[in-house]
């Protein structure tokens, strides 16, 4: 389900193990609290804004990753290392700046991953279900779409002669990856297929068809083979399943027509053809790994499926050769399934390789010349508690029963298909059953699939302009805050721009790589960080 741990991973967890066992002890002094408190101030006082310009952006979103899922990620992390889990730290949250940001979209107080994508990457918020549009287009009216599209950072950055890439674990014509490139008044119109008769008559492109003509990216990764060729067309993976083969009505084959318009291009579909990829021999570079979208961690077959730390490695790794620099849009989309599905460990699994990515991002980059930026487009009615103690398994049960005198799970869902009566009550959870992956959490409403929530996001921040996430900000405000820091329209003539343009190759790796300072972090906590 995972990656091999290297020697060094290895020496980190002995290290938290021995180290948590003497923190327990250590964290009944005062000295441990007062100590560790004032290191951080010490480091507080040291932060200085960085104000040169960025070179490289990579922007890592996870999709429905709110407040209490990246807690509860946390946990999760820390006792996958073997810890009590409270005290872990995610690479992201090493991140020194952060802001919070107002999700809700013109039409709805509670968004959906269309509108918000078209907030953070696209600098405008619009209604929900629409991609890359102003508040001005309608909702499956493919003729209000003419004349109102937005252009997204990603495009723009492509435009100023950086190299681009999108790499996520949906499929990539889904909502968010959409957003980078896609104008259209529906986010489910993935192929012409899925298209009412009207708009393909008005002249509407669908979601598919635009990632290959509208912007030049890079580098593509993730699912959606099915909307990218002919009907009928067997799938390479699954032949034999009709159900897998492609759905497109007009004929097109975009895999062949994109490799025939780029030069040095690769199109894989495995991991096997994804680790082939000498970066130095492609300027682009697609790969999609399912028909549809891509297995959970839990479920990915290691063997034949690449994860998001993969994708995240191999984009980087072509898209810096580029001494203009590039902009890299990474999408941990499946947590959202996790919760939409009530199936909270699928959907933590997935927020930790998210933060996996950014780990192994920030040993692949220098923080001197790349901002990189992490957030949600979104929340969900995920919550846990329940007064259980410390050290509990984050999937356990809280210490007393409720009043009907039934065990109950820390983590629950105030809506989806969790909801279960039996007998006239509600059943008992129990273990070892809580603790299955696909174990359903219980919800206080009953639907079908479980929805999103409505507060603010965390948006966490390092390297150049870092600074500029601050204070709560509405959520467009990421793609503009992203653009003048790297001099991208409409912020090209900032300054220092002229610095930036002229800048060459930078710094490519790490000094310090992640691992080491995760290391030194995990010894300050136990000695009082």
């Not at 993969?310 to 990474?330: D, H, Q, S, W, Y």
């Not at 206080?444 to 948006?459: K, Y």
Request: hydrophobic share 35%; aromatic share 6%.
């Amino acid at each position: 389900m995972g990656q091999p741990l290297s020697p060094g991973t290895c020496l980190l967890l002995c290290l938290l193990a021995q180290l948590t066992a003497a923190a327990s002890d250590a964290e009944k002094t005062p000295d441990y609290w007062n100590e560790g408190a004032r290191r951080r101030l010490q480091s507080a006082l040291a932060l200085q804004p960085e104000a040169r310009r960025a070179r490289n952006i990579i922007l890592f979103m996870g999709d429905g990753m709110g407040l209490s899922t990246m807690s509860a990620a946390r946990i999760y992390k820390g006792q996958l290392a073997g810890g009590s889990g409270e005290e872990s730290v995610l690479a992201m949250e090493t991140f020194p700046h952060m802001a919070l940001a107002k999700t809700y979209t013109i039409d709805r107080q509670v968004p959906d991953s269309a509108g918000t994508g078209t907030a953070y990457l696209c600098g405008v918020k619009t209604n929900a279900k629409t991609l890359g549009l102003s508040g001005a287009a309608t909702y499956g009216k493919c003729r209000t779409t003419f004349g109102n599209e937005v252009d997204s950072i990603l495009h723009r950055a492509r435009l100023a002669g950086k190299s681009v890439g999108i790499v996520t674990t949906t499929r990539v014509q889904h909502a968010s990856p959409g957003a980078a490139y896609a104008h259209s008044a529906s986010r489910s119109w993935y192929a012409d297929a899925d298209m009412p008769r009207d708009a393909l008559r008005d002249g509407c492109k669908d979601i598919a068809y635009q990632l290959v003509h509208n912007t030049d990216i890079n580098v593509i990764l993730g699912g959606g083979r099915v909307y990218m060729t002919p009907r009928r067309t067997p799938d390479p993976e699954y032949p034999e399943d009709l159900a897998q083969n492609g759905t497109r009505k007009d004929g097109l084959d975009l895999i062949a027509e994109w490799l025939s318009a780029k030069q040095d291009a690769r199109y894989v579909w495995d991991k096997k053809g994804l680790d082939a990829v000498e970066e130095d021999s492609v300027s682009h570079l697609m790969g999609l790994f399912e028909p549809k979208d891509m297995k959970y961690e839990l479920n990915r077959n290691t063997s034949t499926d690449p994860s998001i730390v993969e994708m995240t490695e191999k984009a980087i790794r072509i898209l810096r050769k580029n001494p203009n620099g590039f902009f890299l849009f990474v999408e941990g989309g499946r947590i959202d399934h996790g919760h939409h599905t009530g199936r909270a460990k699928q959907a933590l699994m997935e927020a930790v390789m998210l933060d996996r990515a950014v780990a192994r991002a920030g040993e692949l980059t220098s923080s001197s010349d790349t901002l990189t930026v992490v957030t949600a487009d979104h929340s969900h009615v995920f919550t846990f508690g329940g007064n259980t103690l410390r050290g509990t398994s984050i999937f356990g049960l809280a210490p007393k029963r409720a009043k009907d005198k039934r065990a109950y799970t820390s983590i629950l869902y105030g809506n989806g298909p969790g909801y279960s009566i039996r007998n006239g009550g509600r059943p008992a959870a129990s273990l070892p059953a809580a603790e299955d992956k696909d174990y359903r959490q219980q919800a206080a409403v009953p639907l079908e699939t479980e929805t999103h929530s409505g507060e603010d996001v965390v948006v966490l921040a390092q390297g150049p302009m870092a600074h500029l996430f601050h204070g709560v900000q509405e959520q467009h405000y990421i793609a503009h805050a992203m653009a003048y820091a790297a001099c991208i329209e409409p912020y090209a003539a900032g300054p220092r721009c002229g610095t930036a343009r002229r800048a060459s190759h930078g710094t490519q790796c790490s000094p310090q790589p992640l691992l080491t300072f995760l290391a030194l972090c995990v010894a300050a906590h136990a000695m009082g960080g």
